[in-house]
């Protein structure tokens, strides 16, 4: 049996376009880097002052307390109505396709959206939301990783080569020059220190390149 | 002959951590990509006050945010960044004026020491918690990247001319021309289209974009963040640049094409 997986939470609002581009790096990834991706629906009119996504993010929250295997799937259908297809996502109709459009009953979708705004609903929401601000979160997205005995809490869409390389999952391939990760080519005489692993990572042949900076 | 290089801008100032970030990498591939690496030496000060934009470390979440960030980043990417002890007072009250009007005047006078002056500002301020305002701290960078002591002298006189002011204004006023609202901002003139990149995280869509970010069909640990099982349907497997030119994609444009 190999490794047990690592967790990522990760922290979105389907109002937030980065969110989008971080959910589906971090769905493409999660299989291939053994993590075990936990989606947080947050809101991020409770972290900085917007509006938009409130009846949206609710009905995530019931969704992924009742059928949580569905959540993956109709955010992604609200994603694609509002920042795909400039659709709304406020009304009831709206939530209601998103989520038959992700393979949800009719019926079950309308009860689900009939609990929205109950409190057991409405606190989930506010929890989760507090517990992004508890990370430290100033917007969204962010994907916290629980690795080992450390946590880190990156903040966008554009922090996934860094959470690969702190996953120890970023390979420098040194019979490949156009696109080595950037950080491993002819660094000032010095600067690179050659006896940590998490410099070229577990997997690394990267004799081509530490020979020019250890 | 191979291919004209094209050229990419780099508008940076060394009080931006991320600006040191972007000017490594690009420096670090500027030769395997074949660009032109034009650095354009700027005043941060000025691009918040003509965007009316506020510097991220003023909001204390995202002055945390930013320690570790920086931190993060520079083990990553194998630059030996360390955060000012005073991080506010160097940033806010001390800034980097004098630095970035001697680089001014270096590019003017010395553009191929540059690169060199340039880092070892950097190396100063972002590295080992030194000075870069006063005289003496200006000339110790000047004489480390290989300038005589005279010549450095001499150029360090002339950072209040006219000239010298006038030319990081400018600078300054190109970056806000394309949309700067902060700094590091690379710009790339590639064929028929410009494209302007804010921050150090924009350097594999540079790449993508250069035509540079190669898949790698056999090595399924970290192909680029974009080519892996995308949801049936939106991988347009006719466009060139979703693959690259050189891919060997059969093992994942299969799943979407």
Redesign the interface.
Known sequence: MGPLPRTLELFYDVLSPYSWLAF??LC??KN?WNVSLQLRPTLIAGIMKDSGSLTAMRFLTIVKLEHPELLEKVS?ELWMRVWSRDEDITEPQSILAAAEKAGMSTGRARELLERVSTPQVKNQLKETTDAACKY???GLPVTVAHLDDET??L??S?????L???LG???V?AE????P????????EG??QSTKK??LGP?SNGASYTHR?A
């Open positions: 589906e790096v493409r990834y291939i992604r430290g979160a100033f880190y809490m903040f966008g554009d922090r996934m080569e860094l690969a390389h702190l999952k970023l390979q391939h490949l020059p156009l696109t990760p950037l950080r491993a080519i002819s660094c000032p600067w690179i998490d410099v997997s900076c």
